[in-house]
T-cell receptor, first 112, second 111 residues
């Protein structure tokens, strides 16, 4: 069974801090994704990656960056956290573009 | 990008069949249609995927008309544990893959 692990379930940070959210998958998947989920807005894609050191912007990349130095790990970085980045963040991976995504259980991030 | 539209919410009763429709008017030739289920405090999990016509697995069926501009997830004989949010996803496969989720349909199953 595919396992996607997000480093924290809950995280509280302060405005202006640099925040790192980590995601690891154990199935050698090519694709990895970061979404944020807000009430009434569904899942919105922030960034995704097809391969190591490769990244593509999703629908809402502003204020975020990502890093994929190893195939199994995809990090989301909030360069200078703001209160409007308080949200649930979900990481996912898929074998390739035709295969379903497997999600972690999310990180609920609060920016104070 | 293929955008999707789903009903915000639906109500049903135990034992009934539930059909949730997703509209995706701008679906591209290479796009697959995938449905996910999400419970509170969990990430979405895969239910079913299809490209055209009908697909069935042990938990659901997926109906896709010939023009592929919509799809319908069918849940037979729902139970209370099927109360969840259901998302359809349409993504461009091959080359630049940009998955686009709908806003989800909140299904409540009543006793």
């Amino acid at each position: 069974d595919v396992k996607v692990t997000q480093s924290s379930r809950y995280l509280v940070k302060r405005t202006g801090e640099k925040v790192f959210l980590e995601c690891v998958q154990d199935m050698d998947h090519e694709n990895m994704f970061w979404y944020r989920q807000d009430p009434g807005l569904g899942l919105r894609l922030i960034y995704f990656s097809y391969d190591v050191k490769m990244k593509e912007k999703g629908d809402i990349p502003e204020g975020y960056s990502v890093s994929r130095e190893k195939k199994e790990r995809f990090s989301l970085i909030l360069e200078s956290a703001s209160t409007n980045q308080t949200s649930m963040y979900l990481c996912a991976s898929s074998l390739n573009s035709d295969q379903p995504q497997h999600f972690g259980d999310g990180t609920r991030l609060s920016i104070l | 990008l293929a955008k999707t539209t789903q009903p915000i919410s639906m109500d049903s009763y135990e034992g009934q069949e539930v059909n949730i429709t997703c509209s995706h008017n701008n679906i591209a030739t290479n796009d697959y249609i995938t449905w996910y289920q999400q419970f509170p405090s969990q990430g979405p999990r895969f239910i079913i995927q299809g490209y055209k016509t009908k697909v069935t697995n042990e938990v659901a069926s997926l109906f896709i008309p010939a023009d592929r501009k919509s799809s319908t997830l069918s849940l037979p004989r729902v139970s209370l544990s099927d109360t969840a949010v259901y998302y359809c996803l349409v993504g461009e496969s091959g080359g630049s893959y940009i998955p686009t989720f709908g806003r989800g349909t909140s299904l409540i199953v009543h006793p």
